[in-house]
């Protein structure tokens, strides 16, 4: 069998248009209608390339294939060029506009093509195209170079509908419709113009085709480049948010620390002056002889002191926000603890008739070790919200005693009340500050809502914790454990708080300290506050020094001796 044509790349790009069709069918969503249209692109192709290689065949062997059949397979040969060439268009505006369009280009090229058909059956009988003579040779009629305008003029309109449209693409996708471009108009130009006896045009077309498949038919890639693409992009977003979240918090802690800041130094403030208002006030009831004006003055004295614990409550809360606070570790006696609890209660229940139950374990040890004073915080602090929450029925408070070791202890105090109780989501929120509950029952009852709030802070620096166990409308219990040095660990034995309740009056009772020799310096910026020291020492007899600054203090230092020197600190001069 002749070959009058080099058929070897156009076979070697049948079989990877058939690999190329076959790998799309399997590796990728034929659902896609833009992929349909590449696949039935590819199919053009391959049934191009095939009537491409056998024309060449048949061309060569003119002499023993008969002239129809060779015009005839010619003819589908040229129908296959232009239809391909079609799909050329169709497939780009598809992929351009993701729909087929039915415009006026469109319409042309159908028409075109339509003419084209109606051409090659006109050549059957005329010749007008191709046809071939008696010694089975290929002769080119008047309207030969149609077969190659028309499929150019296709790649022409599929290449500048995919031009017009640049700013659709990425910009490595248009360098890869450039290469496209070139090798679909590169190859029919070559066989046409220098190689003429080499079959190159389906085979530069496949190229082309493959360029198309990676840098554009690849819906997995594509889709990957583009989740890769809005990830970047909503990593950016989540960057600016978590940013400006940030600017926020620090905003929001700066705004934090300066109402901490503020409340500090207001509270500190205010000290001052109620300190002043409570010691003038002091010397009125001692001074005056007049009933009605000692009452009165028992009543600044009372109101100042409600302000006083307000007052040291915030700076408290303040100095254990701040991580200012810190605890004590110090000797005490339990009893003396106890003591002052339980005066404290008994004088609070009885004014608002209540009974007060008081049970102390035996076995105490008499001397502990830890911060007494913090400690008889948390108890008043707790005693005092059950006496203020409870109308009426009992007060109780509980403390036990468990041996760890030779040297440590577990003290548990409780501390019940049959009062107005809290119902269970206000205790889920006791420990967030400011927060007071049940409005309607205890909107006349003095406090802030700092009270637990420094309960529970304190009692987790001394490492334990608050429990609460309380019923709504029957009352409530709270409690906690903390361990203690042993110092002493002679049992206090039964507690007879009644008892001593009536020592600590009969203390009051006695006789007032005089101190005739001594001789102190008080210093203080502060004048009303130097007044106020030598008035309330005034019935002991101790004989006063002040000075107001430290340049007056030294001096006077200088001059004579004291027994005690009270100094103010940051002072003037
Ligand atoms: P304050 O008593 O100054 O309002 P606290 O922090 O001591 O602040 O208490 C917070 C809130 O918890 C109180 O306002 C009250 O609603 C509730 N509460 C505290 N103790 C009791 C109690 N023994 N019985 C019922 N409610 C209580």
Redesign the pocket.
């Known amino acids: 069998m002749d070959l009058k044509y080099n058929i070897y790349y156009e076979v070697a790009s049948a079989i990877f248009l058939i690999i190329l069709f076959f790998f799309m069918r399997l590796q990728y969503d034929t659902q896609s209608s833009v992929n349909k249209e590449f696949q039935k692109l590819t199919l053009f192709a391959l049934f191009a390339d095939i009537m491409d290689v056998v024309t060449a065949v048949t061309i060569s062997n003119a002499l023993i294939v008969p002239v129809w059949a060779n015009i005839l397979l010619n003819s589908l040969y040229f129908i296959s060029t232009e239809l391909l060439g079609y799909h050329f268009v169709d497939y780009s505006t598809f992929y351009v506009y993701r729909s087929r369009k039915d415009n006026l280009l469109m319409r042309i090229n159908k028409l075109l093509l339509g003419l084209f058909f109606v051409l090659v059956f006109i050549n059957f009988f005329t010749g007008c195209i191709f046809s071939f003579s008696e010694e089975g040779l290929y002769v080119h009629g008047p309207l030969y170079l149609v077969i190659y305008i028309l499929p150019y003029y296709y790649i022409m309109c599929s290449g500048m509908i995919l031009i017009c449209n640049f700013q659709r693409f990425r910009p490595w996708q248009r360098i890869s419709i450039v290469f496209y471009l070139i090798l679909e108009i590169s190859g029919p130009l070559l066989q046409m113009l220098f190689f003429p006896d080499v079959l190159l045009a389906i085979f530069t077309i496949a190229l082309g085709l493959l360029m198309m498949l990676f840098t554009m038919e690849t819906p997995d890639y594509q889709n990957l480049v583009a989740t890769i693409k809005e990830l970047r992009e909503t990593k950016k977003v989540a960057e600016e948010a978590k940013e400006e979240a940030e600017r926020a918090k620090v905003m929001a802690q700066e705004a934090d620390q300066a109402k901490t800041d503020f409340l500090a130094n207001m509270s500190h403030e205010i000290r001052t002056p109620i300190n002043a208002i409570l010691g003038y006030n002091e010397i009125i009831m001692k001074e005056t002889k007049e009933s009605a004006t000692a009452e009165y003055a028992m009543n600044v004295q009372a109101a100042g002191r409600t302000l006083l614990s307000i007052i040291n409550d915030i700076l408290d809360f303040t100095n254990i926000d701040r991580g200012e606070l810190k605890l004590e570790n110090t000797p005490y006696y339990v009893l003396s603890l106890l003591q002052d609890v339980i005066i404290y209660a008994e004088h609070n229940t009885q004014k608002k008739n209540l009974e007060l139950r008081v049970s102390v374990d035996e076995q105490m040890p008499k001397q502990l070790s830890g911060d007494i004073v913090r400690l008889r915080q948390i108890v008043n ?1 707790l005693l005092s ?2 006496i ?3 109308m009426d029925g009992f007060v109780e408070l509980r403390v036990t005693w468990k041996q760890k070791s030779d040297t440590i202890g577990i003290m548990e105090v409780s501390v019940s ?1 049959s ?4 119902k269970k989501e ?1 205790v889920q929120r ?1 420990s967030k500050s400011f ?4 409005p309607k029952k ?1 909107r006349d009852i003095q ?7 420094i309960v529970s802070r304190l009692l987790k620096l001394m490492d334990g914790e608050l429990r609460i166990n ?1 019923e709504y409308g029957t009352g ?1 219990t ?1 409690s906690f454990r903390i361990e203690q040095t042993i110092i002493d660990e002679v049992p206090i034995g039964k507690l007879e708080y009644k008892k001593n309740k009536e020592l600590i009056l009969k203390q009051e009772e006695e006789e007032e300290f005089v101190a005739p020799k001594a001789h102190i310096l008080a210093v203080d910026d502060n004048i009303m506050n130097l007044e106020l020291f030598c008035g309330i020492l005034k019935d002991t007899r101790i004989s006063i020094d002040t000075a107001a600054n430290g340049k007056e203090a030294l001096a006077l230092l200088m001059k004579n001796t004291y027994h005690i020197v009270f100094l103010d600190h940051m002072m003037p001069v």
């Open positions: 602090n919200n059950a203020k929450y409870t009340d009062g107005i109780g809290m206000d006791i927060l007071r509950f049940d205890t406090g802030i809502g700092l009270g637990l709030t309380s409530s709270f």
